[in-house]
């Protein structure tokens, strides 16, 4: 992480300080210890838990999609439309 550190602000044209290494050393470890993979385990939670939200929507379009499909299918295999629509 250093390296990189020193070779973007080296081209840049800046010079940093040793405590901005050692700081970021230092994050960087935090994060890839227990630490970070509780932070990782925590937004994968909140993440599968909104993405399995329902949405009424989409659902009453799909339901409708399907219907509209399976009455398609049964008038083009030749039943009747009273049989169909249960009139």
């Not at 840049?12 to 050393?25: E, K």
């Not at 970070?36 to 909104?50: D, F, N, P």
């Not at 499909?69 to 249960?86: C, R, S, Y």
């Amino acid at each position: 992480m250093s390296v990189t550190i020193a070779t973007v602000a080296g081209s840049v044209g800046v010079i940093l300080q040793f405590s901005t290494y050692a700081g970021v050393s230092t994050v960087v470890g935090v994060l890839s210890g227990p630490v970070g993979w509780a932070i990782m385990g925590v937004a994968t939670l909140g993440g599968v838990a909104l993405a399995g939200r329902p949405n009424l929507q989409k659902t009453t379009v799909l339901i409708a999609q399907l219907h509209t499909l399976k009455v398609e299918a049964l008038i083009a295999t030749g039943v009747p439309e009273q049989d169909v629509f249960n009139v």
